[in-house]
């Protein structure tokens, strides 16, 4: 049985992840291009999602894949992500692995969040997100992203 210590310290941990979320500045240059991901995600703590979208970047669309790892979930939705890429110079600088930080919540067919994802490249992604289901959100993951085959 989890004690009140345990999930007094649990929280805290949530709160100290979810710090640079908050922190993101307003402005990160131009936009550079945008893109949609669907994915379904599943945790108690400990999560995991996998999905995939479109990449819209400089008049061509490119189909994606997203799985990943993280935690601060509990429960589950479907999420429908979309938003704007920022420091994409390269189409091939967008795939690889990205740090998440996120924020939301599901009950039933409501559900809202937002989501931000940072690569060693430079290429940040601000999404908001649609969930379905019945899920709380708060934490960090480490993102896969690739490029369908």
């Given at each position: 049985?989890?004690s009140l210590k345990q999930t007094a310290l649990s929280i805290a941990?949530?709160?100290?992840?979810?710090?640079?979320?908050?922190?993101?500045?307003?402005?990160?240059?131009?936009?550079?291009?945008?893109?949609?991901?669907?994915?379904?995600?599943?945790?108690?703590?400990?999560?995991?999602?996998?999905?995939?979208?479109?990449?819209?970047?400089?008049?061509?669309?490119?189909?994606?894949?997203?799985?990943?790892?993280?935690?601060?979930?509990?429960?589950?939705?479907?999420?429908?992500?979309?938003?704007?890429?920022?420091?994409?110079?390269?189409?091939?600088?967008?795939?690889?692995?990205?740090?998440?930080?996120?924020?939301?919540?599901?009950?039933?067919?409501?559900?809202?969040?937002?989501?931000?994802?940072?690569?060693?490249?430079?290429?940040?992604?601000?999404?908001?997100?649609?969930?379905?289901?019945?899920?709380?959100?708060?934490?960090?993951d480490g993102v896969v992203i690739g490029f369908k085959q």
């Open positions: 049985m989890i941990a949530l709160g100290m992840l979810a710090t640079p979320a908050l922190a993101q500045p307003k402005t990160l240059g131009p936009s550079t291009g945008t893109v949609r991901i669907e994915q379904v995600q599943a945790g108690f703590i400990a999560s995991g999602e996998v999905g995939g979208g479109t990449l819209r970047y400089r008049g061509k669309a490119y189909p994606i894949t997203v799985g990943g790892l993280g935690i601060g979930t509990i429960g589950a939705s479907r999420t429908v992500a979309s938003g704007t890429v920022y420091g994409l110079r390269n189409v091939s600088d967008f795939s690889g692995a990205y740090v998440q930080l996120k924020e939301g919540w599901a009950v039933g067919p409501a559900g809202r969040g937002s989501v931000w994802l940072q690569n060693n490249k430079g290429v940040t992604l601000r999404l908001n997100t649609r969930r379905q289901g019945l899920q709380l959100s708060l934490g960090a």
